[in-house]
């Protein structure tokens, strides 16, 4: 591990510019090196796709999306159905959740039309899935990098509950564009609230769109990129 952490602070003080992925990245590539000079350009997404839809019905309760070849997104959901999903069910009997993405191992799948709960495996196009949800769940609690799934709910408009680490390196405002949990007991309370509360609802949504137009549309990212290659000419 430390020779793979020397070689990389190494070979990052020979460029000119390293970009990461998020600010927490830059910050410790920094902290390594004040010859490291650092920057960091997020992950976007195209929030003219990704908008959204007034006049389709929120049918399900809770949404969570993820790459399950990725352990992390195993592990979220595990300890979501494990130690939140009973709580929430507690509170709101007839509770719903879907679990979408690609390749749910077995412990996943056999999860399906238990509970309330739909396994839906790859689905073409997500967005019928985030149009239809109240409240979309980040509830990671190993990894890092950026969440390219965080940004598709939030340029929908949708109410985001999210443990710390599954929004760490975005620019959040807790309670005003997202919820942020890292107890199952806060996490199942402030899901709860959210499906019964319709105003609030909408007021994380609208304010989640507007930081993701500001800060994360690929247009704003493409600039943001274009300015650093200029300065390095």
Aim: net charge neutral; glycine share 6%; proline share 4%.
């Amino acid at each position: 591990y430390l020779k793979c952490m020397i070689y990389e602070i190494k070979a990052c003080e020979k460029f000119d510019k390293v970009i990461t992925m998020t600010q927490h990245e830059r910050d410790i590539l920094r902290s390594f090196s004040s010859k490291i000079n650092a920057e960091y350009v997020p992950m976007g997404v195209d929030t003219g796709i990704f908008k959204s839809n007034s006049h389709i019905k929120e049918e399900s309760d809770i949404t969570y999306v993820g790459f399950f070849r990725h352990y992390p997104n195993v592990d979220a959901v595990r300890y979501f159905t494990k130690d939140i999903y009973p709580l929430i069910k507690k509170r709101l009997p007839e509770a719903r959740f879907n679990i979408v993405g690609f390749d749910p191992p077995d412990e996943i799948s056999k999860m399906d039309n238990i509970d309330g709960i739909r396994v839906t495996g790859h689905v073409e196009d997500i967005r019928p899935f985030l149009y239809g949800t109240k409240v979309f769940i980040m509830p990671i609690r190993l990894g890092m990098g950026m969440r390219g799934k965080l940004f598709e709910a939030w340029a929908m408009e949708k109410a985001v509950v999210s443990t710390s680490i599954g929004c760490e390196g975005v620019e959040i405002e807790d309670n005003k564009n997202i919820m942020v949990a890292d107890t199952p007991e806060d996490f199942a309370v402030k899901t709860v609230e959210l499906i019964k509360d319709d105003d609030k609802r909408r007021e994380l949504g609208v304010n989640a769109r507007k930081k993701t137009v500001s800060k994360y549309d690929w247009d704003v990212l493409t600039k943001k990129l274009e300015d650093i290659y200029k300065g390095l000419v």
